[in-house]
């Protein structure tokens, strides 16, 4: 059962609450280079990235979310790190969100000043704790960035922006321990209902960055936590918005289902995969196993996974996430006459056993 928190509006998509899970990224050209982020964050947008994220270190980078704004169609978010200027510029520039620590920016007017700018314009803010720069004065409590270190450094930063009335909070709690991050994030999940961004932090590059996501990100998921994620590799952001899927995957994406039917689709497609080989053989080599067959078999798998995979499932994707919603808009249009009268007559005998239960009350006070 996924955990419900407040809606928190970022640009065009809205998190928490029951919306669905917004996946982003971040852009990694330098920042100085607008025209090659603008190129990035087209080229990740087509993929299918919800929200973009691109760091603004001082108040002149802000011109990279104003062009990037105008490239593409889904939030922006800046990340400032230091200078409270920055995230100033950035919010006049056009952004969607902005990702900074208060306590990391300087005295109180600063903070305000963050503040009072996003509440004007609905912009909301993501408080973004890592396990690996954790406030000193928290550190030396705990002697090493343990789960409660790390959640009492998230609502340290909470309260300095709830202290100017700012509420519109996203928070994300991350580390590159997984077990630790996930400890970290049931812990939040349990103080605050502000809605969380989940991610494994330096997660690493393919191979090893999507083991620890599937198993950080994909667990707490299960565990009805999260409402935005980021899979977090050191390659290409597009690689972060496709996580590997492939057609089979965009399938379960557009219906979900359990294991049992999981590993039955597993079976019967090699099933098929090596009657289909065995067909060939025997049709085109009269039997006979040919090693350049298996190696264009081999080359061909990899050049399908380089070069059409990423296309297919976008296909996929669209289409399998089409057809159910109109499958589920047709079962709703076929029951709804059955569930009205079902809250008819439940509504019915609530009454009459309220009824009921009232004359009995009245014998029992006569006696």
Not at 107 to 135: F, M, Q, Y
């Amino acid at each position: 059962m996924r955990q419900l928190k407040r809606t928190v509006k970022i640009g065009n998509i809205t998190i928490g609450g029951t919306n669905p899970i917004a996946v982003q990224t971040m852009l990694n050209v330098p920042v100085k280079d607008i025209a090659g982020n603008v190129e990035q964050a087209k080229r990740v947008a087509k993929a299918g990235c919800q929200i973009v994220r691109v760091t603004v270190p001082t108040p002149a980078d802000a011109a990279v979310v104003s062009a990037i704004k105008e490239a593409v169609d889904i939030p922006v978010v800046a990340d400032i790190h230091f200078d409270y200027r920055a995230a100033l510029a950035a919010i006049d520039a056009g952004a969607d969100k902005i990702r900074i620590n208060p306590g990391n920016i300087g005295d109180d007017d600063r903070v305000k000043a963050v503040a009072d700018a996003c509440n004007a314009k609905n912009i909301p803010i993501r408080i973004g704790v890592n396990g690996g720069s954790l406030e000193k004065h928290i550190l030396a409590r705990y002697g090493a960035p343990v789960p409660e270190a790390m959640v009492e450094s998230a609502m340290y930063h909470v309260r300095l922006l709830e202290k100017h009335d700012f509420n519109n909070i996203v928070i994300s709690i991350k580390s590159s321990n997984v077990p630790r991050m996930m400890a970290a994030y049931r812990l939040l999940a349990s103080q605050t209902d502000y809605p969380l961004h989940v991610g494994v932090t330096e997660a690493g590059g393919n191979r090893m960055g999507l083991i620890k996501s599937g198993m950080g990100i994909g667990g707490l998921l299960l565990e009805g936590i999260g409402d935005t994620l980021r899979v977090s590799l050191t390659g290409d952001p597009e690689d972060e918005v496709y996580a590997g899927y492939d057609i089979l995957r965009a399938f379960r994406r557009g219906f979900p289902h359990g294991g049992r039917l999981v590993a039955a689709e597993d079976f019967f497609y090699w099933v098929f995969a090596w009657i289909f080989v065995f067909l060939m053989f025997r049709d085109r080599n009269y039997g006979q196993i040919r090693g350049y067959v298996l190696a264009a078999l081999i080359l061909g798998m990899l050049l399908y996974i380089l070069l059409l995979s990423r296309r297919i499932l976008l296909v996929f994707s669209t289409f399998f996430g089409f057809l159910s919603r109109m499958i589920a808009g047709l079962f709703r249009l076929i029951l709804m006459p059955a569930g009205k009268s079902v809250k008819k007559l439940r509504k019915m005998v609530r009454k009459a056993l309220k009824k009921k239960i009232k004359q009995v009350r009245m014998v029992i006070v006569k006696k």
